[in-house]
C-alpha cells in the first residue's frame, strides 16, 4: 500500500492488490460524515418498503404514545445506510475491483432506537479477506454511531463482495 486518499475527510488506504487489502485486516478503514436521518427520510423509506407502522410515520401519535417522545426510523433504514456508506470508500480502497454487492450479514443487531432528526455515523473494521472467483470478499464488523450517544445504533457482521476489474486474477 503505497497511498492514501482522502474521502469525506477521512483517510483511506489505496490498495494496489489483495495483498494490501489483506494486510489491513483487523483495521478500521473508514468512519463516515453523519447523516440526518429526518421524518422526510423515514417517511421516504415506508414509502419504499410498505412498513408503515405509526412508531415510523406518524409523529403526532408517536409524540404522544410512544416511550421515545417522538418517531423512530425503522431498523432496516438505519442498516440500509451502510451502502451507501460502502460505496464513498471502497472504490478507493480497492480500485483494482469494480462493481460490489451485498453478500449478506451474519449478525444484527439494534441497539437503541434512531430518533427522527438524530445524525448516524458508520464506522467500519475490517476483519476477513479471501479471495473469491473472479473478486474479493471482504467482513466488516460495521457500527453505526449515534451523535452524542456512547451506544452505538447498530452493530453488523456485514458481507461485501467486490469483482476484479477486466474479470482479473489477484
Known sequence: MNQVQEVNNASVPVCKDMNDLQALTGSELYCSPWVEVDQ???DRFAEATG???????NPERAAEES????TIA???LTLSLLG????DFLPTLVPFCDVGLNYGLN???FMQPVRSGS???SRFVLSEVTSESGGVQMVFNATVELEGQT???CVAESIVRRQLRDGGVQ
Open 40 to 42: 422526510q427520510r423515514i
Open 51 to 57: 412498513d408503515f407502522q405509526w412508531i415510523h410515520v
Open 67 to 70: 416511550a421515545f417522545g417522538g
Open 74 to 76: 425503522h431498523g432496516f
Open 84 to 87: 451507501k456508506h460502502y460505496e
Open 107 to 109: 449478525r444484527v443487531r
Open 119 to 121: 445524525r448516524v455515523r
Open 151 to 153: 451506544k452505538p445504533a
